[in-house]
């Protein structure tokens, strides 16, 4: 019966949740963007900016959320379609009120109503088609499943509702404009009439109409004292960056040309143009546009990293390997540029890189070790080093990153046999070989 239930709850949270894409997009300015604008709203929330994370997933639609824990995922498409840094503030603050309200922990209380409703109507369905009236138990149960999906869709709305309210607080604690959450839900709203706004069902939506969360906050928000305060020029700068570095990088180049033609000569339009000729296969232009943002800002660390990284994509990871090394020390050794770097030094297939890469790889892993394309380079380095056993470790780390537990199960065992014992990479082998075991142990168990 336990197991009958819990199918129920899977299937109802399959009717009323949307699916959630898993890939994540990993940028060094991008993170450090996010960590800009939300650290102040963090703050306000009670939480540590320690703790929270706001991540991206390549994602062309237009949504954020929480799954859990403190990390808030925004989808690619809301920064695209975001006019401005307080707009993206703005949802922010919304998903902070979800992970302070502990929505997501407490959404069982959503699910357990729906699901007795599911089990009552399946309780009925049966007992009228044993009575011999099949059509009456097939309209039982659809009715009951239903009703189901339109409880847990209320319960919903109620904590959309409070997300809103307690991310508007959030804005006024932080000193933050609200305007920037009345336009993206006016956005949306737009988006609502596109779609047909007559014959939107509003009970059958997981959130509040737009017009609705529109009129209900309006009030509150322009009573803030920080309703009219500008959003800070610099913050600004860096989303305009991202937004146009991100349009390069996910959008067709025909489409991010269209946006940022060749008359713009800004920083945004260069940037976006840089990665789009080199998708579109035009490494000339898309030199020349890296080579502006360089001559505009030569050790801004962001623009380094593109012109390099085109450069290692192009085939030539001698020449990138300069414009790499100072962007990883302006950056301080960001752990994903620092990856990139790496990566250019073993490209060249010059083994007297290979020590530089060994230690650029190892802190970058020290920093991030939530990086499996740094887990991969730091293997191919011991690999070509002829160091079997940290290889097998490193392969250990990015299987497990990648959830490939048995790789990881066998990678980590026999690095254990070839490291030597009680140092810090035995040790670390040695967790990872329970570690692993534990979780595959559980997993069986779960599937008797």
């Known amino acids: 019966m336990k197991k009958f239930v819990a199918a129920l709850a899977l299937s109802l949270l399959a009717a009323v949740q949307p699916a959630q894409a898993q890939s994540l997009l990993r940028d060094a300015e991008t993170e450090a963007m996010f960590d800009d604008m939300s650290r102040p709203l963090i703050i306000a929330a009670g939480l540590s900016p320690r703790n929270v994370k706001v991540v991206m997933i390549k994602d062309d639609s237009i949504n954020a959320f929480v799954a859990g824990g403190q990390i808030v995922y925004v989808h690619s498409g809301l920064i695209t379609s975001a006019d401005n840094a307080n707009q993206v503030q703005g949802v922010i603050a919304h998903e902070l009120g979800h992970v302070a309200d502990g929505h997501v922990p407490l959404g069982d209380a959503g699910i357990k109503p729906a699901v007795a409703i599911q089990i009552l109507s399946l309780v009925l369905g049966v007992a009228a088609?044993?009575?011999?009236?099949?059509?009456?138990?097939?309209?039982?149960?659809?009715?009951?499943?239903?009703?189901?999906?339109?409880?847990?869709?209320?319960?919903?709305?109620?904590?959309?509702?409070?997300?809103?309210?307690?991310?508007?607080?959030?804005?006024?604690?932080?000193?933050?404009?609200?305007?920037?959450?009345?336009?993206?839900?006016?956005?949306?709203?737009?988006?609502?009439?596109?779609?047909?706004?007559?014959?939107?069902?509003?009970?059958?939506?997981?959130?509040?109409?737009?017009?609705?969360?529109?009129?209900?906050?309006?009030?509150?928000?322009?009573?803030?004292?920080?309703?009219?305060?500008?959003?800070?020029?610099?913050?600004?700068?860096?989303?305009?960056?991202?937004?146009?570095?991100?349009?390069?990088?996910?959008?067709?180049?025909?489409?991010?040309?269209?946006?940022?033609?060749?008359?713009?000569?800004?920083?945004?339009?260069?940037?976006?143009?840089?990665?789009?000729?080199?998708?579109?296969?035009?490494?000339?232009?898309?030199?020349?546009?890296?080579?502006?943002?360089?001559?505009?800002?030569?050790?801004?660390?962001?623009?380094?990293?593109?012109?390099g990284q085109i450069l290692l994509e192009s085939g030539k990871p001698d020449e990138a390997l300069t414009p790499l090394r100072e962007a990883t020390e302006r950056s301080g050794y960001q752990p994903l540029i620092a990856t990139t770097f790496g990566h250019a030094l073993i490209a060249t297939e010059n083994p007297a890189n290979f020590p530089e890469a060994e230690k650029v790889l190892r802190q970058a892993v020290g920093r991030d070790e939530e990086n499996p394309f740094a887990w991969f380079q730091l293997g191919v380095v011991y690999e070509r080093k002829g160091d079997q056993p940290r290889a097998l470790l490193a392969t250990a780390e990015r299987a497990a990153l990648n959830g490939d537990l048995r790789t990881a199960s066998v990678s980590a065992r026999g690095a254990l046999a070839g490291l030597p014992p009680n140092t810090p990479d035995w040790i670390r082998a040695q967790d990872l070989v329970l570690l692993t075991q534990n979780v595959i142990d559980d997993q069986r168990k779960g599937r008797r």
């Open 129 to 307: 088609a044993a009575a011999g009236s099949g059509d009456a138990a097939a309209g039982i149960i659809a009715a009951g499943q239903q009703a189901a999906i339109g409880k847990y869709l209320a319960f919903s709305r109620v904590q959309e509702s409070t997300a809103d309210a307690t991310g508007a607080k959030f804005l006024q604690t932080a000193g933050v404009s609200g305007r920037g959450m009345l336009e993206f839900f006016k956005k949306l709203q737009s988006l609502e009439y596109r779609a047909g706004y007559n014959n939107i069902d509003p009970f059958s939506q997981s959130h509040p109409l737009s017009g609705e969360r529109v009129a209900t906050l309006t009030e509150t928000v322009r009573e803030s004292p920080a309703f009219g305060k500008p959003t800070d020029p610099v913050l600004e700068d860096k989303f305009k960056r991202v937004k146009a570095k991100l349009a390069g990088f996910v959008n067709d180049p025909p489409r991010t040309l269209t946006a940022y033609p060749v008359e713009d000569q800004s920083i945004y339009a260069h940037y976006a143009r840089a990665y789009a000729y080199h998708k579109g296969g035009y490494p000339e232009k898309a030199n020349a546009e890296a080579d502006a943002l360089v001559k505009a800002l030569p050790h801004d660390p962001y623009f380094l990293e593109i012109k």
